[in-house]
């Protein structure tokens, strides 16, 4: 079995097709339209500010137990 040229499948440009067709740079790369996502919201916002505090409200939490539990806070 042999193998597949796959480098020079895609053919020449056809007259009048735009697909696929870029200006080039001076060094003969092309030149690509900027790529601008529109966001994609998984969550509400308001949502989002509430588990946003949340978080953060544990992790303080977490943060004072460690605290407490150091070697320096020895209660007897």
Known sequence: M???D???MSGETVEGCKD???P???NG????PS???????LIEPKLREELKDLIN???DEREHQRKLNGPYDVYE
Do not use: A, F, R, S
């Open 57 to 59: 409200e544990v992790l």
């Open 2 to 4: 042999g193998k597949i």
């Open 20 to 22: 696929n067709v870029y």
């Open 35 to 41: 790529y601008t996502p529109t966001p994609l919201p």
């Open 6 to 8: 796959t480098q020079g």
């Open 24 to 26: 080039h740079d001076e």
């Open 29 to 32: 790369e092309p030149i690509y």
